[in-house]
């Protein structure tokens, strides 16, 4: 039994209206275009795919913080959008998010103990100081920060400790998931492998679930138990980590995973590169059918028409491509 | 706990880098920082206008006690006179009986705003002399006097109407730039709305039905000026609401009034306070001219516009208008100098040479 289980889920913005009187001339966005994922207990998605493609903005609306359009996301059984506000507010406490931008999310007027004790403050206002202080010196302890540095500010440390900082802020409230908005982006490539083996630590001792929202599938590789690859608000694929990559069905995930440079000049060199041509088509107005034929190599006149459905190609392994069984 | 390293303070306020920054940069800016010293000093004296210029003693000794007439009040008859109602100083008869048995201790300047100068050598007003240092206006009522308390009500009055306007101004501009959307558009046009009516003539349309008083004026005033700093701060809430952190705050489930106090709105101050100095000294501004054109405060109470208006009456005793000019043009040249020295320092682009 899931406990997120998303269905259909739709975002869409309304950009801009020539004349507020007149009903037809709005132009909407459709950020998230009826994705559907569950996730388990102890779990980590990765959600994948280049910007503009949604995966900021689902992540987002999985925790309710941007009112989906349609579709459901139900949390051990309970939809999130029907929630009255009070409930809603005890469910944050389940339900945490970090940011890409290390230092922008920290608040910098307030010290760290301030940034880690406000949620503390807000749902458990009648632990004592001393509790407070105890619990916070504690989970920067787990996270690898001193706790001498309590009385510091955010801009007096680097940005691997900034998001520990922030990691920290979201777990000590022990919640069940936590929604990494492209955590590592922002940081050096030996401290991206410091925060995420901090992540999967973390994930072991507390059996937390994830949501990793990543451009780079490296990461993503070595972080996920499964991965979602979204193209244009829609899923292109989704599969067990392994399976995916040596077993792409789809042609942009396939174009995705030969991108993905090698660490070593010779392999490098022999790889076959898969190139698609052009940009992302403008999400106000994305191609009919299938989203990804203006580049696929594969595409058709069928691509054009008819929407690919995702199919189940094995019990873990779903894909929305009329042409998959090709290689 | 060795390497806690303590923000220096100003005030009472935790200083952070960047207000240390600002700070050094306010002090930095002499002019500002002059002017500050200034106008800190005369507010900080006229306070106690009472001590520095009245009708009554600070101290009297009389018959071996001690009286504090400024404090208290003392009968006539305390003092060996004929009246049971409060004794008159400044009355040569009672000069007279104290001094038989005592002595007077008077205040720097001899008279209130209100004392009306009975002994002038010329009609009044008359001009300045060792007695009456600025002179005494068309009532026989000493000008440094009145100058004093004038310049004490005028700033209160400036004060309170900032702070007042200002937290109707910061809450309504923190409301509009947080929420947003349709919230954001009402109120917009609403402001349009109320800021095309017109206030002097407000005031003026009022001043005929009731007489206008000290907070009554603030009231009427107050209903206009806190748009001042709405759109200051409905730009710096809508900007600050898309912040990382303030999405964080949201995320952990902190309620939209504690994310605008405390995450928000310490932001949003900087440029509040910038736009405070210049505030206050429209608020001063526009005191002296509804006083200038006589629908002010209620006749009697002293206050710089209404001695330019004698000045103007009288052109033939230009110690009036000089002294109400300078003392209004002073008053609003130094804040307007703290304000531009408060501006600058909060400027992040500007550089100073220390």
Known sequence: MPILKVTDLKVYFNVRKKFFWSKNNADTVKAVDGISLDLNEGETIGIVGESGCGKSTLGRAILNLI??????????????????????????????IIFQDPLASLNPRMTVGQIITEPLKTFFPNLSKAERRERVEE???????????????????????????????????????????????????????????????????????????????????????????????????????????????????????????????????????????????????????????????????????????????????????HFWREP | MTHENKPKRFLFMKLSPIGERRYANFKANKRGLYSLWIFSVLFFFTLFAELISNDKPLLVHYDNHYYFPIFKVYPEIAFGGEFETEADYRDPFVQDLIKKKGWMLWPLIPYSYKTIKMDLPSPAPSPPSTENWLGTDDHGRDVTARLIYGFRLSVLFGLSLTILSSCIGIAAGAIQG????????????????????????????????????????????????????VAVVRAEFLRARNFDYVRAAKALGVGNITVMTRHILPNAMVATLSLVPFILSGSISTLASLDFLGFGLPPGSPSMGELLMQGKNHLSAPWLGLTGFLALSITLTLLVFIGEAVRDAFDPRKTFKR
């Open chain 2, 178 to 229: 947080y929420f947003g959307g349709l919230t954001d558009l009402i109120f917009q046009r609403f402001i349009e709305i109320w800021s095309g009516l017109p206030l002097l003539y407000l005031i003026l349309i009022m001043a005929s039905i009731i007489e206008p008083n000290f907070w009554w004026l603030m009231f009427i005033m107050l209903l206009f000026s806190w748009m001042a700093l």
């Open chain 1, 139 to 321: 989970i920067m302890l787990k996270v690898g920060l001193s706790p001498h540095q309590i009385n510091r500010y955010p801009h007096e440390f680097s940005g691997g400790q900034c998001q520990r900082i922030g990691i920290a802020r979201s777990m000590i409230l022990q919640p069940k998931l936590l929604v990494c908005d492209e955590p590592v982006s922002a940081l050096d490539v030996s401290i991206q492998a410091q925060i995420l083996n901090l992540l999967m630590d973390l994930q072991k001792e507390t059996n937390i679930s994830l949501i990793f929202i990543s451009h780079d599938l490296g990461v993503v590789r070595h972080i996920s138990h499964k991965i979602a690859v979204l193209y244009l608000g829609r899923v292109a694929e989704i599969a067990e980590n392994e399976d995916l990559y040596k077993n792409p069905k789809h042609p942009y995930t396939q174009a995705l995973i030969s991108a993905v440079p090698i660490p070593d000049p010779d392999l490098e060199q022999k790889k076959q590169r898969m190139i698609i041509k052009g940009d992302l088509p403008s999400p106000l107005n994305p191609p009919s059918g299938c989203r990804f034929r203006t580049r696929c190599p594969k595409a058709q006149e069928i691509c054009a028409e008819v929407i690919p459905v995702l199919e189940q190609i094995s019990p873990t392994h779903i894909v929305a491509c």
């Open chain 1, 67 to 96: 009112k989906p359009t349609d579709g459901q996301v139900l949390w051990m059984g309970k939809n999130l959008a029907n929630l009255e506000k009070n409930e809603m507010r005890n469910l944050r406490k389940d339900l945490q």
